[in-house]
């Protein structure tokens, strides 16, 4: 499994989307350089450990911006419409005429890149994810079990008590109830 994993790795490496119009696009890349899709600025083996990095670019377009753009294409559709002797646009074409003006500027716009470092230590067989971004750990969390075809558990405060205190205690941790913390705005005297 690990002599397999360089090729894993390229298999679901990121896909640049500077030339295309494409809203959104992750994978892999290298630790050391954001850029580096095919792991030529450094291995991802590094001693006891296994690194990597997510790469998430994504293209936005400013609500105000697409308004803009839509009003200026909605005035200019229905003067075509009115040379013609239409009057109005059916549902249809305005829907149209709106996935048009979207992909125009999102052709336009520049994809926002956004790394997230991956370290795996072998040994202990643990992942850590350099965010707490829930949207970005399910990304993670999916990308990583279709990479590598395997399921991650989260490391809760449980975890690492029952590596430590053993199994002697197991049953009680496991019968353990979480509190929810909730901060308090002033204290009561």
């Known amino acids: 499994m690990l002599a397999d994993i360089p090729r894993r790795l390229k298999r679901f490496a990121f896909v640049d989307i500077d030339q295309s119009a494409e809203e959104r696009s992750f994978g892999w890349v290298c630790f050391d350089d954001l850029l580096d899709a095919e792991w ?8 006891e450990y296994l690194v990597s990095s997510l790469r998430l670019d994504t293209r936005r377009v400013s609500p105000a911006m697409f308004k ?17 002797g ?9 829907a149209e005429l709106c ?17 997230f470092d991956v370290v795996w230590s072998v040994r202990d067989n643990r992942v850590y994810l350099a965010t707490t ?10 990308m990583f079990a279709r990479t590598f075809e395997l ?7 449980v975890v690492p008590a029952q590596e430590h205190l053993g199994e002697a205690v197991r049953h009680r941790l496991d019968e353990f109830e979480g509190a929810v913390f ?4 002033e204290v009561v005297q």
């Not at 009057?87 to 305005?94: F, H, M, P």
């Not at 971004?133 to 999916?142: G, M, Q, S, Y």
């Open 68 to 84: 803009k753009h839509w009003l200026l294409a909605l005035k200019q559709k229905v003067a075509e419409l009115t040379e013609q």
């Open 133 to 142: 971004n829930a949207k970005i750990r399910t990304l993670f969390e999916d």
């Open 151 to 157: 399921a991650l558990e989260p490391l809760t405060p």
């Open 99 to 115: 996935e048009h003006v979207r992909q125009r500027l999102l052709a336009r716009s520049l994809p926002i890149p956004a790394v």
């Open 182 to 185: 909730v901060p308090v705005r």
């Open 40 to 47: 030529k600025t450094s291995s991802p083996e590094k001693g």
């Open 86 to 94: 239409r009057k109005y646009l059916t549902r249809d074409q305005k």
